[in-house]
């Protein structure tokens, strides 16, 4: 076998020369091309009977075996049963692929334009499914907090309304980002490496704290500073967001019935807080900058600005009255006397 189609030398350097290298592409879109061919290869392992060992070519790449990979993508019996805009998302990382092949050698090229015609999959505007704000603290009262993953859930579902940020985005979150005290705020990094501050709630701030200090678990070397951890001690991953979220909306959607209808999913809560913001009337243009999707300037001045119309937004969006009630003020007692179990017994 000719070393120079093995498909496993390409895709070393496809990731660690072209993307980063040539592409400049971010993080988040390097890892989901990551997580496509992780798919890709075990696609092909269990099609030729389950030999995880063998070594593939690029040539094994044919537009039948991709289309077939396609396929098995959305099949809801046999395959994944992802939706549409997923398959493209795969498809688009395959394109990308063939392109950097089509740079390396010519004899690559009439290969690459059968698999470059490959036509994404027109996809159906679908109604955005979001939480009202009755079915937003039935959510939150799914969540054991007596138990030190439940503290951790809940602030990080918590975080996640408030900022409406991404899983992948609330998974990379690092302490050395937050500010608990004074101007109560978070740094996120999104799409495309962009950076945006959200200014947190008193309630959101208090929960962070008390979770970093008391019911965080100990990290194990290389998540020290990444503010959420799993059970092995690693930062979480946004397919564990994911799967957190789901647990407790799977929960919540016991108790009414018509949770079951509206598909959610994580991502349903930034267009739970993308929706209170709009009911709440804010701005739409301030929304976009709340949530990421608007481009935030680099100078100081306007980043002031920006942070102060965002502040005022608070003033008009307000956190849940089950997690207000974690911190009641008639409780005059300190942090350090009373514990977060005590809180819970009082209300």
Sequence with gaps: MNEAFLLSNHL?????????GQ???????????????????NFLSVKNGGDFLKEFTVFDLDVKTVLSFLNYLEDKEKGRGNRPCSRNLRLAAIHCFFRYLNLQSEVYAPQAKKILSIPVKRTSSSTIAY?????????FRQIDSFKKEGFRDLALILLMYNTGA?????????????????????????????????PLWPSTARLLKTYVGKYRRTPQKG????????????????FGVWDIVKKYLQ???KKNKRLEEKHLSAHSLRHTTAVHLLESGVELNLIKAWLGHASISTTSRYLDVDLKKKREVLTKFAPPNYVVSFFDEKDNQSEQDKNIFDLLKSL
């Design 12 to 20: 070393k350097l496809f990731f660690t020369s072209y993307l980063q």
């Design 166 to 198: 991404r899983a992948d985005e609330v998974a990379h979150t690092k302490i050395s980002s937050l500010s608990l005290e004074g101007n109560l705020q978070v740094r996120i990094w999104g799409k495309g490496d962009k950076e945006r501050i959200c």
């Design 251 to 253: 929960a919540a959607a």
């Design 131 to 139: 939480l009202e704000k009755e079915e937003m603290e039935l959510l």
């Design 23 to 41: 592409r400049g592409l971010s993080k988040n879109t390097i890892s989901s091309y990551r997580d496509t061919f992780r798919l890709l290869l």
């Design 223 to 238: 998540s020290e500073d990444y503010l959420f951890i799993n059970q092995r001690g690693q930062s979480l991953t946004r």
